[in-house]
């Protein structure tokens, strides 16, 4: 088979569980996916198989939609949910004030990777050295977000956020980092991907 298939991921896979699965179904090791989702996120995956993986260049480089619920008050060692908590700060943020940070977020930003992250140190993925306890100096990096917009209310100070972002946006980063700018600390408690590229949910 040659193609593109458009995997709605669920939660608690990683990119690298649904390739080998779909290796097998096809018979094939010409397969690999378009843009690593966290294994704690769902949404679209688009894998290639066959003579597609040639198209990996112009699936990459797309930009990206997540649907991202962000809570409020609590800081976490991975800057998500699976973390430990590591700070917890009461909070006063009406939806006017977190509406009136998210246009900081927009543009061409600066993000600090996560320790709990697949980027390479010496070897060795940095979510390794996070669970040995170590931790590394990271530079920031460059990256663009097109928007941000909060869509409504979830939970006692938990919210749903839309982002539209090119490749290499940590949202988990993105949120701790909005938590940050509010003076009270916040985590990313939910994440999916509703649009990679040409391909979104519709798709799956």
Known sequence: MNGIVIVDKPEGWTSQDVTARLRRVFNTRRIGHGGTLDPEASGVLP????????????????????????QLGVVTDTQDATGQAIEENPVDVSEDQLRAVLPEFVGEIEQIPPMYSAIKRGGKRLYQLARKGETIELEARKCRVDDVQLLDKTGENKYRIR??????????????????????????????????GYFDTADG
């Open 47 to 70: 894998v290639c198989v066959g003579s597609a993986t040639r198209l990996f260049d112009y699936i990459i480089d797309k930009k990206k939609t997540y649907i991202a619920e962000l």
């Open 163 to 196: 982002v539209d972002c090119g490749k290499g946006v940590y949202i988990r980063t993105l949120c701790h980092d909005i938590g940050q700018a509010l003076g009270v600390g916040g985590h990313m408690a939910f994440l999916l991907r509703s649009r990679a």
